[in-house]
């Protein structure tokens, strides 16, 4: 039983760390894009 | 004094060696099967005569050098920067027998490449390569990426100290787990992960675009394997740009970000330290860096007056500097395109983010971003400590997986890096010049070649100079291996020679 909760806790804990990671992963190209929108508004 | 290898020395490092070219002619089978199933006799038959060879090579290596002793520094290192010569040389050959190559020199040259993943490509006609030879380019970029020792210790060498070492000579620093070769393991287990998750998305907006499921799927696995491992081969000779499809381009830039974190950072995000994906000094340094080297590269491209439209402009500016950043090499613009319509600012931010690469211990190559943030804190703590008294004491702390505190050794190794990686990077510029390209694209390639990118902005070509080829090679093997295994393999050689008995 114990076993099975800790293998519950193993998959939870990775599953969450791939979606943190996914998340890091768009907040950077958000950032990016926006870096170029900025660029793009002060010098077109 | 320098003392002459003994007997055993060598067989230690032909035990290895031998273990590590089994490895390369059991990872051959891929492709074998993949050419019975899409009936493609001529590769089945390439397949099994490099197979076959490899195996032999190898079988032979490791009985006639059998030994039961462990690897000691000298050993693991020097096993770790002859692998990938024995590597690229047997995996060229199914490349070469594939005709697709103009000489053995430019199958060997895409097989460093590979393995280094780099991504230039001498390739000729790709088009119209046969899928098991295409599957099999993309399958020596995923076992460089991970790394040719990792594969050796997952499935062949015992996890001994000696292991440990050999896994340090492949510029794999970090431990992430007690014992080596679970941290191989671990290593494997995130990129089947993301093989399942990426592969899937690529699939589906593959076939959103219009490619047939099939095609779509296979295409899929080959680009995961290249955005993963930081690599750049794409089985089209236009790269992403054939795609013509901006959801797929999304998800090469998510995979190409992933794949430059650092594996201890997947593992401490994985088992719950969430925190360490906004502490870490890595990320940090990352970020800031694509701000600086973005905003460069956008100054320039706009100068230029390129794009009509700020959608064009960003997601093309953002994808080249990601996909240099990173280290990968996809392109979504022809590599002329730099030099003629880019300009020098543009091609200057590009390469700079190429030269600072993205994290230790990931599949990127380069300065990379944690050597470039200790240096940083080291010139900060010395500036403040200038403008403090005299007698107080300053600590400067760096985050990292753990709070640490900066000390000498970690500014030295990083400083005596960043200056081999400039030394390797203007090594190449000037063999670029020779050649007689101008000195914005010859550093643009040099560094592209040194920092395991794959982007060009022309100059590789089957075309070029063969001298060039070789030092692009020499280059591409010396950056992904970061130097101390080369330059412990070159102490060997002149030991051989010039060392006393």
């Known amino acids: ?44 | 004094m320098i003392l002459r290898p003994h007997l055993d020395d060598y067989r230690i490092i032909g035990y290895y060696l031998g273990k590590i070219t089994i490895s390369i002619g059991i990872a051959m089978m891929i492709p074998f099967i993949i050419a019975v199933a899409h009936f493609e006799w001529q590769g089945a038959v390439d397949f099994l005569f490099s197979i076959s060879f490899t195996l032999l090579a190898g079988a032979l290596l490791s009985i006639i050098c059998h030994t039961k002793k462990d690897l000691a520094t000298m050993h693991a290192m020097s096993v770790a920067a002859l692998s990938w010569i024995v590597a690229m040389l047997v995996s060229a050959v199914p490349l070469y027998l594939s005709g697709h190559y103009g000489s053995y020199l430019d199958a060997s040259f895409e097989a460093m490449s590979g393995y280094a993943t780099t991504g230039l490509s001498l390739v000729v006609d790709l088009d119209h390569m046969a899928n098991s030879y295409n599957f099999w380019r993309h399958l020596i970029m995923f076992m460089g990426g991970q790394g040719i020792v990792v594969i050796a210790l997952t499935f062949l060498v015992r996890g001994t100290a000696g292991a440990f070492r050999m896994y340090v000579g492949e510029a794999r620093d970090e431990k992430i787990m007690p014992n080596v070769v679970e941290t191989a393991r671990f290593i494997w287990l995130v990129s089947i992960v993301y093989l399942v998750l990426g592969s899937g998305a690529l699939s589906i907006a593959g076939i959103w675009g219009g490619l047939p499921p099939l095609k779509a799927i296979f295409d899929s696995v080959c680009i995961f394997m290249a955005a993963w491992d930081t690599g750049g081969f794409t089985p089209q000779s236009q790269n992403i740009l054939f795609y013509h499809n901006f959801p797929l381009e999304i998800i090469t830039i998510s995979l190409m970000l992933l794949g430059s974190i650092n594996f201890a950072l997947h593992y401490a995000v994985w088992t719950g330290n969430r925190r360490e994906l906004y502490r870490n000094i890595e990320i940090v340094t990352l970020f800031v860096s694509i701000i600086v080297t973005l905003s460069i590269t956008a100054w320039g491209v706009l100068r230029n007056y390129v794009y009509a439209q700020s959608l064009s402009f960003s997601s093309k500016t953002f994808y080249h500097l990601i996909s240099g950043h990173t280290g990968t090499g996809y392109s979504t613009i022809y590599p002329r395109q730099f030099v003629n319509e880019w300009g020098p600012l543009a091609m200057f931010g590009v390469t700079l983010a190429m030269a600072i690469g993205g994290s230790v211990c990931s599949t990127t190559g380069a300065i990379k971003v944690f050597r470039i943030g200790v240096i940083y804190k080291a010139l900060r703590q010395d500036i403040k400590k200038m403008l403090i008294p005299e007698t107080a004491i300053l600590v400067q702390k760096i985050h990292h997986i753990k709070d640490m505190i900066l000390e000498d050794k970690y500014v030295r190794i990083s400083a005596i890096i960043l200056i081999s990686y400039v030394n390797l990077y203007i090594f190449g510029t000037i063999a670029g010049m020779l050649c007689g390209y101008s000195l914005s694209e010859a550093l643009f390639e040099s560094v592209s070649a040194a920092a395991n990118v794959g982007l060009s902005c022309g100059i590789t070509s089957p075309s070029m100079p063969a001298a060039l080829k070789i030092v692009y090679m020499f280059q591409m093997w010396a950056g992904r291996l970061e130097f101390i295994a080369v330059m412990v393999l070159l102490g060997m050689i002149i030991a051989t020679f010039r060392g006393k008995r």
């Open chain 1, 1 to 44: 039983m114990k076993s099975i909760k800790t293998l519950f806790k193993t998959i939870w804990n990775a599953a969450l760390g791939i979606s943190l990671e996914l998340v890091l992963v768009y907040i950077f190209i958000f950032a990016g894009l926006a870096v170029c929108f900025i660029w793009w508004t002060l010098l077109k």
